[in-house]
């Protein structure tokens, strides 16, 4: 019996063995670290001959730049989306630019000659090269402009780049270690640091660090292989270009009049009889007429006498409200922009005017950066000749980040928030501008980097008449204040206090059924707009339009503003 129960007793004894150590190799080879390495062109995104990664310290550029007998040419968009956007690509002219604040620089593709402010210059290499579509920007140029360093590595061909200074963490090797693709012992290799290297600490995990090393690799080390983290400051020597600004004395306190033909112009004086407080004038004189930058005019230089003898600053506006015109084909050709410009500063100097006010909407996110260069161009000639640059722009949404708030913050004197249209013509019944849109436009605005001190408020004059008939549509009219409190009178309404608005609010029906509603501009609510200039310490105020206002209201603006 002991005979037949030892083998068995072997055999399981023999079971658990195997078993045991096929646990064990599983365990064990599962914190084995593996030594397989991942191919360099394939971390980096390589697919094709001549193309060179980027590395933009923590991370890589999504597209590829090249080298040309060992000098590197940087991408247009790694440029423009990460290294300085005041590169401007005019794939019609094939023709690179950078707007300082004081010269607007011209290098045509496959050059080594280029202009600053006409001035021909020259460099030692090919400033831009232009392969298929793509632009790439010789690296040295890119950095004279640019608070960046480079260096150029091989095996693979790459370029860093660092230009972001300040405060980092970084941490010393203990022990040579590999750097991983992912954190784990069985992500592949990417590279190799040794003791005493140091790296850029990305992100500290449970048991792995995400690092930066010196040689371009973003990867992973384990916890245990890295010294204690410190923060160290990295800088460069480099002068950032100052734009200097016209920057009144005064509070602004601006109202646009509009006008719709020469004969407009004539009725200046009678237009601003009671006006009281008011310090500048806008114009609507000025249009984009074509699509080689020409422009239509109503400007007349007995109205800038009348103003100046008022002790008024006249600051023209220019629209893009010509539907014929096709604005994409303006400010995306630099010769149109060229002429628009120069048609506008001789216009100014022509009539003595003291300011521009540009007022371009609905431009498309297409044309944003075309739009900032245009400004950039202009803001050049408006410094040389002494005259006030401002932008009008909405109150900020999402889908208008284009308009880059910020950079035109940064080229312009002062920068209007048109704080109106909260509800327009086609929408539903509402407030034009609510105490609430206000203050968001405000806040939105210096959000997106526009110093408070550039910022001027626009409120408006007017209100909308809405009428929603039996059948649910919806219409509506623009009207002043004397108006909306006549239209009241003559249907023996009268308008109660909205908390909710911080307006005045009256409804009605007519004998048809149809529902009336109004949201009022007046004293009262004008009053609250103004006191948000001392609030938010605006540079000032600016109202659309003349002639929708009563005299009583100019007081209300200077004595709360």
């Known amino acids: 019996m002991k005979k037949k129960i030892l083998p068995v007793i072997a055999a399981a004894v023999l079971i658990v063995i195997l078993a045991a150590i ?84 011209k290098i045509p593709a496959g050059s080594a000659e280029y202009t600053v ?73 990417l590279t190799e640091v040794s003791k005493g290297d140091l790296v850029t600490v990305l992100e500290q ?16 080390v384990r916890n245990k292989k890295l010294g204690s983290v410190k923060e160290t400051t990295i800088s460069n020597e480099f002068t950032e270009p100052e734009y200097t600004r016209i920057r009144k004395d005064y509070t602004i306190n601006l109202v646009w009049h509009q006008i719709s033909n020469m004969d407009s112009n004539y009725a200046l004086s009678t237009d601003i009889e009671s006006m009281t407080g008011v310090n500048t004038i806008s114009p609507t004189w000025f249009s984009v007429a074509s699509k080689d930058g020409t422009i239509s005019s109503l400007a007349d230089a007995s109205y800038v006498e009348t103003a100046h003898e008022k002790g008024l600053e006249v600051w023209g506006l220019v629209d893009n409200f010509n539907q014929e015109v096709d604005m994409k084909e303006v400010l995306t050709n630099t010769t149109a922009r060229e002429k628009l410009t120069d048609q506008l500063i001789e216009a100014a100097l022509e009539y003595q005017l003291d300011g521009l006010n540009i ?72 407030s034009v501008a609510s ?11 210096i959000a997106e980097g526009v110093p408070a001190d550039k910022i001027i408020s626009g409120v408006p004059f007017y209100t909308r008449l809405w009428k929603t ?27 109660n206090w909205s908390d909710e608005t911080s307006q005045d609010y009256a409804e009605y029906h007519d004998p048809d059924g149809a529902l009336y ?45």
């Open 22 to 105: 096929l646990i064990v190799g599983k365990v064990v080879d599962k914190y084995i670290p593996t030594d397989e390495r991942m191919d360099s062109a394939e971390y980096y995104g390589i697919t094709g001959e001549g193309q060179v990664p980027v590395i933009l310290q923590d991370e890589v550029a999504p597209e590829q730049s090249m080298l040309v007998e060992g000098v590197p040419y940087l991408n247009y968009h790694t440029v423009k989306d990460s290294l300085n956007s005041r590169f401007y690509w005019d794939s019609t002219n094939q023709l690179m630019l950078y707007t300082t604040p004081t010269d607007v620089i």
């Open 117 to 189: 402010s006409g001035e021909e210059k020259s460099f030692d290499q090919i400033i831009v090269r232009l392969e298929g579509e793509t632009p790439y920007i010789e690296a040295d140029f890119v950095k004279q402009y640019t608070n960046m360093t480079y260096e150029t590595l091989q095996e693979p061909d790459r370029i860093l780049v660092t230009y972001k200074w300040g405060t980092i963490q970084q941490a010393k090797v203990k022990r040579d270690e590999d750097v991983r693709y992912q954190g784990g012992v069985k992500s592949p290799i």
């Open 205 to 220: 995990l449970e048991n792995w660090t995400k690092v930066a090393t010196a040689d371009g690799y973003i990867g992973y």
């Open 359 to 430: 007022d371009f909407e609905n431009l498309g996110e297409e044309l944003g950066d075309a739009y900032i260069e245009f400004l950039r161009e202009l803001s050049v000639q408006c410094r040389k000749n002494g005259l006030v640059l401002s932008s009008d722009n909405t109150v900020p949404r999402d889908f208008s980040s284009y308009y880059q708030r910020g950079e035109q913050a940064e080229v312009v004197d002062y920068f209007i928030i048109m704080g109106y249209d909260e509800h327009y013509s086609g929408s539903e019944p509402g």
């Open 435 to 445: 105490l609430s849109f206000e203050k968001e436009g405000i806040e939105a605005t």
């Open 469 to 495: 008939d039996t059948n649910g549509e919806v219409s509506s009219e623009a009207i002043g204040m004397d108006r909306a409190d006549a239209t009241l009178e003559a249907n023996g309404v009268t308008a």
């Open 517 to 561: 509603q109004i949201w009022l501009e007046n004293e009262a609510s004008i009053e609250l707009k103004a006191k948000l200039v001392p609030e938010y310490q605006l540079a000032g105020i600016a109202a659309w339009k003349l002639g929708f206002e009563r005299s009583s209201i100019w007081d209300v603006i200077s004595t709360n503003m």
